[in-house]
């Protein structure tokens, strides 16, 4: 495996689909997908649709089998957004605290900011101090 640094990535994936001892060797092939999959499947068939989370590729249809997430990853399962700190009740007709509340960073789903993060409504957002006048500044992109 030495020099495997220096090979691009589509050598990599070369190197990968030949084994990398003699007498092994994987295909590389692209899985035709039904039409209704809109071009994301892990098989031909109209059931082997990836879910419309995954961004990709998948193993399965569930969205906890991505190989990449469209949106956000939330423990494993990608969703198209973080669980937010409110949910409505249905039996009060009020909006409530989530106990199960996360807040979007970069583009997976944490219950709490890192350290020199703040909570800005539903993501963390950098904070620092200026270094000439002291006072706190934000961080547009996390």
């Given at each position: 495996m030495k020099g495997l640094r220096a090979l691009p990535v589509l050598g990599w994936l070369l190197h990968q689909a030949r084994g990398s001892?003699?007498?092994t060797s994987q295909a590389v092939t692209k899985t035709m997908c039904a039409p209704q999959c809109n071009g994301h499947c892990f098989g031909p068939n109209p059931n082997q649709s990836c879910h419309d989370e995954c961004a990709g590729g998948?193993?399965?249809p569930w969205e906890t089998d991505?190989?990449?997430c469209r949106h956000f990853n939330d423990s494993?399962?990608?969703?198209s957004l973080c669980p937010l700190p409110l949910v409505?009740?249905?039996?009060?007709f009020q909006l409530e605290p989530n106990p199960h509340t996360k807040y979007q960073y970069g583009g997976v789903c944490v219950a709490?900011?890192?350290?020199?993060?703040v909570i800005?409504?539903?993501?963390?957002?950098?904070?620092?101090?200026g270094q000439d006048s002291g006072r706190k500044e934000w961080v547009e992109d996390v």
């Open positions: 001892k003699m007498g998948c193993g399965s991505c190989f990449a494993g399962a990608c969703a409505y009740n249905k039996l009060t709490s900011c890192p350290h020199n993060f800005d409504h539903t993501s963390c957002q950098g904070l620092f101090w």
